[in-house]
C-alpha cells in the first residue's frame, strides 16, 4: 500500500494509523454514497463521487513531511480531517 510506503520514515505511532486512515476515509465515501441528499441530480450534477475522491485524501496524506510530525499523531488527525474535507466538503 502506498500510504503505508510513505508512512515508514515516521515514527511508530503514526506508522500504525496508516490502516484507521484508509478505514476513515472509506467509510465517510460509504457514508456519501449512500445519503439520498447527495445524489446526483441535474442540478447537482458535482455530487457524482468515485474513487478517486479517496486517492485524492490519499494523496494530499502523501505530502506530510517526518520531520514536521514527530511522534503527532494529533497533528496527522489534523492533516487527515483537512484533506477529506478539502475533497468531500468543498463539492457539498
Excluded: W
Excluded at 500510504?3 to 476515509?25: E, G, Q, R, W, Y
Excluded at 445519503?35 to 485524492?56: G, Q
Amino acid at each position: 500500500m502506498i500510504l503505508s510506503d510513505h508512512l515508514k520514515k515516521f515514527d511508530p505511532k503514526i506508522k500504525n494509523m496508516t490502516d484507521s486512515c484508509v478505514l476513515a476515509v472509506n467509510k465517510v465515501f460509504q457514508k456519501i454514497l449512500v445519503n439520498p441528499r447527495f445524489s446526483p441530480t441535474a442540478k447537482k450534477f458535482h455530487y457524482i463521487f468515485n474513487l478517486r475522491d479517496i486517492s485524492r485524501v490519499i494523496e494530499g496524506l502523501l505530502t506530510m513531511k517526518p520531520d514536521r510530525y514527530r511522534g503527532e499523531s494529533a497533528s496527522v488527525a489534523k492533516c487527515f480531517l483537512h484533506e477529506t474535507r478539502r475533497v468531500f466538503v468543498d463539492r457539498l
